[in-house]
């Protein structure tokens, strides 16, 4: 069974930063799909940001564009999802999940077959 070990989040006031981490096991890390979907209460899951590990674009959706970065430490075999800006609409169980090696990457939920267990951020004004 494919585990996806995540890390950080936690609580922070509107305009401040938090980093998340992934830790996608081989041969998923270097082939997959990867992507941060979040959830607030009432309100169905949506992607924010992904990256395709086999050539490492990545791509965010406009609600984080510009404050969201995911950069990568390849002997770490570990992905970390870095929020600026934050604001309290962000608040969020952010989960990290991943694709099958060499398959497609968007943000349809079916494309990715691995979820973390998900992680708390909240911003408060």
């Known amino acids: 069974q494919v585990h996806l070990a995540e890390s950080g989040g936690g609580s922070v006031q509107a305009g401040g930063s938090l980093r998340l981490s992934c830790i996608p096991p081989e041969p998923i890390y270097s082939g997959s799909c990867i992507g941060w979907f979040r959830q607030a209460p009432g309100k169905e899951r949506e992607g924010v940001a992904r990256?395709?590990?086999?050539?490492?674009?990545?791509y965010y959706a406009d609600s984080v564009k510009g404050r969201f970065t995911i950069s990568q430490d390849n002997s770490k075999n570990t992905l970390y999802p870095q929020m600026d800006s934050l604001k309290p609409e962000d608040t969020a169980m952010y989960y990290c999940?991943?694709?099958?090696?060499?398959?497609?990457?968007?943000?349809?939920?079916?494309?990715?077959?691995?979820w973390g267990r998900g992680i708390q951020v909240t911003v408060s004004s």
């Open positions: 999940a991943a694709g099958s090696p060499g398959g497609v990457c968007t943000f349809d939920r079916d494309v990715y077959e691995y």
């Open positions: 990256i395709y590990m086999i050539h490492g674009f990545t």
